[in-house]
């Protein structure tokens, strides 16, 4: 059974930093590309970003560029993401995911981020 586990969430005020981490139970997804989305109340489910099984391929929602950035350490079995100045918008749970064959087929249970105005 696979299991991917964030942690790092939190309330922080806005302009704030929090680092969110995934860390995934087999070394499966050292093979597989990774990625973060998030949820707001009320609204649908949002992909934030993701990065390839090797690192050398990102991509950013626009409403993030420049400000959240998408790392893994594959030895660890783990993704991060970064969230630099943050705004109140970016309120959400975030969960990660990994993808098979394709498509983000392994979640997470997300985590939660509030950030104050």
């Known amino acids: 059974q696979v299991r991917l586990v964030e942690s790092g969430g939190g309330l922080v005020q806005a302009g704030g930093s929090l680092r969110l981490s995934c860390a995934a139970s087999t070394r499966t997804f050292s093979r597989s590309a990774m990625g973060w989305f998030r949820q707001a109340p009320g609204r649908e489910r949002e992909f934030v970003a993701g990065?390839?099984?090797?690192?050398?391929?990102?991509g950013y929602a626009d409403s993030v560029k420049g400000r959240f950035t998408i790392s893994r350490d594959n030895a660890k079995n783990t993704v991060y993401l970064q969230m630099n100045s943050l705004k109140p918008e970016d309120t959400a749970v975030y969960y990660c995911?990994?993808?098979?064959?394709?498509?983000?087929?392994?979640w997470g249970q997300g985590t939660q981020v509030t950030v104050s105005s």
């Open positions: 995911a990994g993808e098979v064959s394709g498509q983000y087929t392994y």
């Open positions: 990065m390839s099984w090797a690192g050398d391929s990102t």
